[in-house]
C-alpha cells in the first residue's frame, strides 16, 4: 500500500471555529505547468495514475482516525482536479472516502470546472456545510506582472477571477494563496504588493492564506539565493502585513527562523513563529502586536533595508 508523500492530523480556522483537520499530500504524475521559479513539487512525478491515488487514500483510511478530522485538506504536486493528476476514478474514491466533510482541495484556475466541481460535491454533500468544497487557488498576488516576472505562474487575475465565478457557480467557496516576496522584489516592495493583494481579495475570496517564500532544493529560486541574490522576507514584514490586513489572513511560516525561510537575526524569531501559527488559529491581532512590539537589535535592521534597499542592490542582508 503507497503512501503519500505527506499526510498528518493538526487544527485549522473555519470562519470562527477550530477544527480537526487532516492534511495530505497525494503523490501523483504531476504539475503540468511545471514552471513555477520558486517549487520543488514540480519535480516529484510517479508513476501509477488513478490506482497510485486510491492506494495513497487507501493508506490514509487504514493509518488516520478520518471520523475525527471535520476538515480534510487535499494537495498534489499540481492540481486535484487536473484529470491527468487526479483521474476521475480516483476523484471519486476521494470524494465517497471525505462525505460529510469540509474539503479544501488545491488546483489551478484553467482545471475549475463547473460541472466537475458540482459532481465532486454532491458525493461528499451531506447537508451539514453550506459549503462543503473550497477550491484552492495558488493566486501568489493580484499584480499580474509579479505573477508572470518574479513566478512564472501562467495565469492572469482575470482567469482567477473566471474561475472564481466557476466555483461559485458550482456551490463551492475559493481560497487564494498569496507569496510573500518572491524573486527580484525588494523588502519593501514585496510588503507593499502584500497588502495590495490581501485588500484587493476582501469580498472575492471566502479565505486568504499567506504564505512566506522559502526557498526550496532545486529550484530557480535556490539559484539565486545561493549566489547572495535573495532573501526570504523578515519576520518582522510577516508582522506587519498581517497586522496591515482589513481582516483575518491565516499563514505558516515554514522555516521560519531558518536561512531558506522567512527570518531575522535567529534571536527573535521563535517568539514571533509561535505567535503567527497562534494568531492564524485565533485571529487575536494582539499576539502579533505584542511580539512587533518587542525590542531585538534586528528591528532596526530591518527598518534600514525597506528604507535603502532598491533593485539594483538587493539583497542588502542575507
Not at 108 to 128: A, K, N
Not at 225 to 233: D, E, I, S, T
Given at each position: ?10 487544527q485549522d480556522r473555519y470562519g470562527n471555529e477550530i477544527l480537526p483537520s487532516l ?296
Amino acid at each position: 500500500m503507497e503512501r503519500p508523500a505527506a499526510c498528518w492530523e493538526g487544527q485549522d480556522r473555519y470562519g470562527n471555529e477550530i477544527l480537526p483537520s487532516l492534511t495530505i499530500i497525494l503523490k501523483t504524475s504531476g504539475c503540468r505547468h511545471d514552471r513555477c521559479r520558486m517549487c520543488s513539487y514540480r519535480h516529484e512525478r510517479y508513476p501509477g495514475g488513478e490506482e497510485l491515488v486510491i492506494d495513497q487514500l487507501r493508506w490514509v483510511q487504514e493509518h488516520h482516525d478520518l471520523p475525527k478530522a471535520v476538515m480534510v485538506k487535499v494537495y498534489t504536486s499540481g492540481s486535484f482536479f487536473d484529470p491527468c493528476e487526479v483521474p476521475a476514478g480516483a476523484a471519486r474514491y476521494a470524494a465517497e472516502l471525505f462525505t460529510g466533510k469540509l474539503v479544501v482541495a488545491e488546483t489551478r484556475p484553467e482545471y475549475v470546472e463547473t460541472g466537475l466541481l458540482e459532481e465532486f460535491i454532491s458525493r461528499i454533500d451531506t447537508g451539514v456545510f453550506k459549503t462543503p468544497l473550497t477550491v484552492a487557488i495558488g493566486l501568489e498576488t493580484v499584480t499580474d506582472i509579479i505573477r508572470e516576472k518574479s513566478i512564472d505562474k501562467g495565469f492572469s487575475w482575470d482567469d482567477f477571477l473566471h474561475a472564481t465565478k466557476k466555483a461559485r457557480t458550482a456551490g463551492a467557496g475559493v481560497k487564494a494563496y498569496l507569496l510573500q516576496k518572491p524573486l527580484f522584489l525588494t523588502e519593501t516592495e514585496a510588503n507593499d504588493d502584500m497588502e495590495r493583494s490581501i485588500r484587493a481579495l476582501e469580498g472575492i475570496a471566502d479565505a486568504v492564506s499567506m504564505n512566506p517564500c522559502t526557498v526550496q532544493k532545486n529550484t530557480e529560486l535556490e539559484y539565486y539565493w545561493q549566489r547572495g541574490a535573495y532573501r526570504p522576507p523578515y519576520l518582522w514584514s510577516v508582522l506587519s502585513v498581517l497586522l496591515s490586513s482589513p481582516y483575518p489572513v491565516t499563514c505558516d511560516p515554514v522555516g521560519g527562523g531558518r536561512s531558506r525561510g522567512p527570518h531575522n537575526c535567529g534571536e527573535c524569531d521563535r517568539g514571533i513563529v509561535e505567535a503567527i501559527r497562534s494568531y492564524s488559529l485565533t485571529a487575536d491581532k494582539s499576539l502579533l502586536s505584542e511580539v512587533f512590539e518587542k525590542e531585538c537589535a534586528c528591528r532596526e535592521e530591518w527598518e534600514f533595508v525597506l528604507d535603502h534597499e532598491r533593485s539594483w542592490s538587493l539583497p542588502l542582508t542575507r
